[in-house]
């Protein structure tokens, strides 16, 4: 008799994150992730180190979520790997070993778009976690990426707007570094907002058709702005840090409600799931939570593990997958770009 349980084995390396995670139909079992430090000292991902940290890191961490799981790799159903978006060098060594491991075990593989996986952890089994129900709207946030996006099923998605430059994790990030903070400087921005006056400074927003964003032309009023303040008080960044932060944030989370509430407008949906590592700030979450009472949204958040890149995200979709007998070959490669729905 054969077990009737499914075990899926992910595997995420997008980024510089390396993550493996055990799932059980839905239910995640281990989501490791190891969490690359070398970047700290040269303010950003360096895709060469990040690609090497990958090296050293995919075998211990698979092994450590195979243990966390409590089972052995022959009984895996499975492999579910991320394909792309992300770094090159960073990808090609998770979908080797993926593509590996599943020709060793003689296994399926599946492949995962990474941000149908950001909007599809929504669908993780917790005991704290509802899903949103079809059609919603999912907004992804993260370093790399910024999308709106309509979901009507697990796999019929369609890119309503998306970031023309950069992303808003990035426009965090790099807004941190011009006051001086070390990175990655989103979480600290959040952190010092929360005690600054959002309103104490103000910048411009940017004019952007329909549902589209754009952060570059921020980052550089913020950059124009703390120069010309720091040329007549050399002290004015650590006087002020708080309320530039809270400043900062304010205008960020301005432009993200505003395409929102616009997206909710023109589609009449009022089912709000994010994802993505901006997902975890207090702000973000708190404007949301205020849109439920004052606009009648309902609005998804997940848990802060399944926000930034992990692996049990990959999971959801591998499973979801697996049902369909959606699987890919041996011929299958790393995709840096790598579209919604292509």
């Keep these: 008799m054969t077990n009737p349980k499914k075990y899926i084995l992910a595997i995420e390396s997008s980024c510089d994150d390396t993550s493996a995670a055990v799932l059980c139909h839905t239910k995640v079992l281990s989501n490791v992730v190891a969490t690359q430090e070398i970047h700290k000292q040269y303010g950003g991902v360096v895709p060469e180190l990040a690609s090497r940290a ?22 895996l159903s499975a492999i579910a790997f991320t394909r792309g978006p992300g770094l090159m060098g960073s990808l090609l060594v998770g979908t080797s070993f993926a593509k590996s491991l599943a020709l060793g075990l003689d296994i399926p593989l599946i ?4 941000m149908e996986a950001h909007i599809l952890a929504h669908f993780i089994e917790d005991d704290d976690n509802t899903p949103p129900k079809f059609p919603f709207l999912g907004m992804t946030i993260s ?23 950069d992303a808003v994790g990035e426009a965090f990030d790099k807004s941190a570094k011009l006051m001086g903070l070390p990175y990655p400087g989103g979480p600290l921005v959040d952190k010092y907002a929360r005690e600054g006056n959002p309103h104490a400074f103000e910048f411009p927003k940017p004019k952007v058709d329909g ?13 124009y702005f703390l120069q010309r303040e720091t040329q007549k008080n050399p ?46 700030n207090s702000g973000i979450r708190a404007r949301l939570k205020e849109a439920e009472e004052k606009l009648g949204w309902k609005t998804y958040i997940p848990k802060f593990a399944y926000c930034t890149d992990n692996a049990a995200m990959i999971g959801i979709v591998g499973y979801l997958k697996f049902l369909k007998g959606d699987f890919t070959d041996q011929s299958v490669a790393a995709k ?7």
């Design 54 to 75: 990958h090296q050293q890191n995919i075998v211990p961490v698979v092994h450590q979520a195979l243990a966390k799981a409590n089972i052995d790799k022959k009984q």
């Design 111 to 114: 492949e995962v778009n990474h």
């Design 143 to 165: 370093g790399g990426h910024t999308q709106i996006v309509k979901v009507c099923d697990h796999f019929d998605m369609k890119v309503l707007g998306e970031t023309l430059d």
């Design 211 to 223: 549902l589209n964003f754009s952060f570059s032309g921020l980052k550089t009023s913020i950059l």
């Design 235 to 280: 002290n004015f960044v650590t006087e002020n840090i708080k309320d530039i932060c809270a400043s900062v944030q304010h205008t960020i989370l301005e432009i993200l409600m505003d395409k929102l509430t616009l997206a909710v407008e023109q589609t009449g949906i009022q089912e709000i799931a994010i994802g993505g590592g901006v997902a975890a």
């Design 336 to 342: 840096a770009r790598y579209a919604i729905g292509s």
